[in-house]
């Protein structure tokens, strides 16, 4: 097994090849996905939320806490609702931030939609539950400025370092507009990424990157992992390598 060696930003770097049978990230080999048959169509319905930020010394976090918002359909059994957003992303332009790789490529970074399953309580509940989690998973490419992301990004300063929080009432995130035009996506069973590294979760990873500016990667960058402005690292490869697939099945979802 792999040491738990956790960095100064969180995140466990050590490949985690003996930690379970359903570990993420994952590389995903496109020539090895399986189409899919049968499954019901997959529905997403988000009411907007406030913008709310929290540095959370790993990476930036906004939470929903709108009652109307509904994640089912697909491989999903049940509804589930969002909890909360947030992304990871590489050192510099060019050298990945992704934690899923596509045929071994990494893109700049990635964002996540976390969902719990509403048959339980709350997260805390769900949290170690094999059908417990739902994430939505977006791959981020340096390109144009990304019109919704900006409303985060506009506020980081705001939350430089670790605990430090900001709310925007006048200003409201719409989740639906993080997902790509082009809705294909691959999907199986996995984890978290960040520690413990519970196997609850039901990924759903769009094909197609969405495109975001140099200058809002670096606003996510120029976070500090500390309570000290003056001390801490900035807040870079805030990402877990891939884990070994261990038999299971990635399949693809066509739009």
């Known amino acids: 097994m792999?040491?738990?060696k956790i960095e100064k930003d969180g995140t466990f770097k050590d490949k985690p090849s003996g930690l379970g049978e359903r570990q993420s990230p994952i590389n995903i080999v496109t020539g090895s996905?399986?189409?899919?048959?049968?499954?019901?169509?997959?529905?997403?319905t988000y009411d907007q939320a406030s913008v709310n930020v929290v540095n959370t010394g790993s990476s930036w976090k906004m939470d929903f806490t709108a009652e109307r918002t509904s994640l089912s359909g697909g491989p999903l059994e049940g509804n589930y609702k969002i909890l909360q957003m947030h992304a990871h992303w590489g050192k510099k332009g060019g050298k990945g931030g992704s934690e899923r790789t596509i045929n071994g490529k990494k893109y700049d970074g990635e964002l996540h939609l976390v969902h719990f399953n509403t048959k339980y309580r709350d997260f805390s509940e769900a949290v170690d539950k094999p059908d417990g989690l739902a994430v939505l998973g977006m791959f981020l490419k340096a390109g144009e400025a990304h019109e919704e992301l900006e409303k985060i990004c506009s506020n980081?300063?705001?939350?430089?370092?670790?605990?430090?929080?900001?709310?925007?009432?006048?200003?409201f995130i719409d989740p639906a507009?993080?997902?790509?035009?082009?809705?294909t996506f691959f999907t199986y069973p996995g984890s978290l990424t960040t520690p413990g590294f519970q196997e609850s979760v039901s990924w759903f990873v769009y094909r197609e990157p969405i495109e975001v500016s140099e200058a809002q990667?670096?606003?996510m960058r120029s976070l500090k992992t500390?309570?000290?402005?003056?001390?801490?690292?900035?807040?870079?490869?805030?990402?877990?390598?891939?884990?070994d697939l261990k038999g299971r099945t990635v399949k693809v979802v066509r739009a």
């Open 33 to 44: 996905v399986v189409p899919t048959e049968n499954l019901p169509p997959r529905s997403c």
């Open 156 to 171: 980081l300063s705001a939350v430089p370092t670790k605990g430090k929080s900001m709310t925007k009432d006048e200003d």
């Open 226 to 243: 500390g309570e000290d402005e003056e001390c801490c690292d900035c807040m870079v490869d805030n990402w877990r390598p891939p884990c």
């Open 217 to 219: 990667l670096d606003a």
């Open 177 to 183: 507009k993080y997902i790509p035009t082009n809705k």
């Open 2 to 4: 792999a040491s738990k």
